[in-house]
């Protein structure tokens, strides 16, 4: 079973800097089975990047993915207000079950 | 529009059960793999399990740690999933989601929730 790894557990900033969160994996994964979901409090989490490097639908280019292997990048460009959030990492395609990570809190700082 | 409406949840004993539902309109619901996706109070989202199209058999997974307790099955004529869960433990409480999964993988469209508590 393939572990994820995010860091940091929380990323305190301010609105307007750039945000760099980190997701890595227990064993080399195929990027085309890596996304990153936004959650903030009370709501379901949103799809903002799938096969590790490609926006979801709606997502502002603000929001890029990268990385391959084992290690793996979110970067918000420049933190809006509406930015701060959890976002996990997700492990999914190349066996049948998925897996996430555990997240990484991105507050106002 | 995509919509995702989970429903049945509640609160349980230990040792009960329920069945969660998940209604799906505004896409071709037959054709779609749909997930279970589990969040207890302050937690991390922790996947339980898919089922996917008549095309694949209906194929079902699950994680691990469920060690059998739960079953995912769908009525395509009524366009909804279910989750069925037995012998429910104090740490199944959670909200759960439904989730539709995007060609290619990963999960484009989620329910509102659906809070389960298992406590006597």
């Known amino acids: 079973e393939i572990v994820l790894t995010q860091s940091p557990g929380t990323l305190s900033l301010s609105p307007g800097e750039r945000a760099t969160l980190s997701c890595r994996a227990s064993q080399s994964v195929s990027s085309s089975y890596l996304a990153w979901y936004q959650q903030k409090p009370g709501q379901a989490p949103r799809l903002l990047i799938y096969g590790a490097s490609s926006r979801a639908t709606g997502i502002p280019d603000r929001f890029s993915g990268s990385g391959s292997g084992t290690d793996f990048t979110l970067t918000i460009s420049r933190l809006e207000p509406e930015d701060f959030a959890v976002y996990y990492c997700q492990h999914y395609g190349s066996s049948p079950t998925w897996t996430f990570g555990q997240g990484t809190k991105v507050e106002i700082k | 529009e995509v919509q995702l409406v989970e429903s049945g949840g509640g609160l349980v004993q230990p040792g009960g059960s329920l069945k969660l539902s998940c209604a799906a309109s505004g896409f071709t619901f037959s054709g779609s793999t749909m997930h279970w996706v589990r969040q207890a109070s302050g937690k991390g989202l922790e996947w339980v399990g898919r089922?996917?199209?008549?095309?694949?058999?209906?194929?079902?997974a699950y994680d691990a740690s469920l060690k059998g307790r739960f079953t995912i099955s769908r009525d395509d004529s009524k366009n909804t999933a279910y989750l069925q869960m037995n012998n429910l433990k104090t740490e199944d409480t959670a909200v759960y989601y439904c989730a539709r999964q995007r060609t290619g993988g990963s999960n484009d469209f989620w329910g509102q929730g659906n809070l389960v508590t298992v406590s006597s």
């Open positions: 089922i996917r199209s008549k095309a694949n058999n209906y194929a079902t």
